[in-house]
């Protein structure tokens, strides 16, 4: 399994400047973003540029959707009720994690975390909330617990009541 991160997770990550913790955890698990994700995020005006020169050497996978393929079918109907291109990102994220079971998506974006559980459709886990996913770093020695801290910080979602438990054991 690898993990497939939408633009907020990348995104906090970057604003608590632990981007090379992330490039190093994806040496050790796979992470990977959507084309749509990297373009977003390339484009950010205060993350854009540490983002860019970050990528390259990061590990993590940037994955393209081919027209014409099912993936695009899928984008294509994920996007018809769309009015602004706002959300592509994420919906990209979600075309390419429901077209292939081998990935977890990784979200925090209310809206994009219910249109994943309504479309994610095969057998097993594929849908995680940050503090998960940054646990099962943790766990995994991929990245440090003061890192996890520190992303969460910066997510400024609330933190989950297992998060002050787990960290004492950290």
């Not at 996007?79 to 990102?89: C, E």
Request: proline fraction near 5%; charged fraction near 20%; charge should be neutral.
């Amino acid at each position: 399994m690898a993990y497939l991160l939408d633009t907020p997770v990348v995104s906090c990550v970057l604003q608590a400047r632990r981007e090379n913790e992330l490039a190093r955890a994806a040496t050790i698990v796979g992470c990977a973003i959507a084309d749509d994700v990297r373009a977003e995020l390339a484009a950010d005006p205060a993350r854009g540029p540490v983002f860019q020169r970050w990528l390259p050497a990061s590990h993590v996978e940037v994955l393209s959707i081919v027209v014409g393929s099912a993936t695009d079918a899928v984008l294509t109907r994920l996007q018809t009720a769309m009015v602004t291109t706002r959300g592509r990102a994420a919906r990209a994220s979600i075309a390419i994690a429901a077209s292939n079971p081998e990935l977890v998506l990784v979200s925090m974006d209310r809206n994009a975390m219910w249109i994943a559980l309504r479309e994610l459709s095969t057998p097993g886990e594929r849908l995680l909330a940050l503090p998960v996913f940054l646990r099962r770093l943790v766990d995994a020695v991929a990245f440090s617990a003061d890192a996890a801290d520190d992303v969460m910080k910066q997510s400024q979602h609330v933190v989950p009541a297992w998060w002050a438990d787990w960290r004492a054991t950290r």
